[in-house]
């Protein structure tokens, strides 16, 4: 199929996420680990955010999922101003994002099912809907045959499909991953950015942290370079 590059930042207008000079500068650091970054990403887009450590990725997902706020600028994500937002507001903003880590973050002594099921729990969902729907969910990422174990039993990339279950189970318009392939090789790797595609067909906005330029391939259409905080290139793909 053939591929079109157009090389440009906001060439499509305003999109599900909208970074306006966004900086964001820690407490007694020297520089900004984010500094005036415009930029918008569009509803359904599989997003990777590359640069080199300390570049400022996880900072950027940070903001996304308000654990952070921007010293200057605003984030707007599906039209609110999230830069600004009160505290009591943040869960609502949450619930439409999943969030996959490096490390995974699952309850070791918990089952799978269980560390899925949680999410849905805390959301007061009924026990018999939070049982079928964490089953289904981990049907579709290759795990139900592991849905009892508990997690720490499972292998890496076992640990990060669980991860994934988890994050897609209360169906996020927006999935932000953390290096997710950053302790696995490349096999469990790829197995894993395949769900990631998946997840983006079926709907998910789906942005990608990592410093390896070889992930994704050929299913990228958008990528955001960082360098030391400042974004340094951009390029939509139409495939
Ligand atoms: N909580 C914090 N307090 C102070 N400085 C921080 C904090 N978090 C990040 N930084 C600094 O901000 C800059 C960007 O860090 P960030 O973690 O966003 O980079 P990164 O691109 O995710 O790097 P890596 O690839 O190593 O994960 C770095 O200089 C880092 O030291
Ligand atoms: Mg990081």
Known sequence: MQSTL???????????????????????????????????IQDGDFCVLMGESGAGKTTFLRLLYCAERP?????????????????REIPAVRRNIGVVFQDFKLINNKTALENVGLVLWVQGQPANMI???????????GLDSKAHVPCGYLSGGEQQRVAIARALVSKPRLLLCDEPTGNLDAKQASEIVDLLIGANLKGATVILATHDPNLSGAHRKKTINLSKGKLVGSASVDL
């Open 6 to 40: 157009h090389v440009t930042i906001d060439e499509r207008g305003f999109g599900v996420i909208d970074f306006h000079h966004v900086t964001k500068r820690y407490q007694g650091q020297e520089r900004s680990a984010l500094d005036d970054l415009t930029l918008s």
């Open 71 to 87: 010293t200057y600028g605003r984030v707007i994500f599906m039209n609110q101003d999230i830069s600004t937002i009160l505290l």
């Open 131 to 141: 049982y079928e729907k964490s089953l289904s969910i981990l049907q579709q990422v």
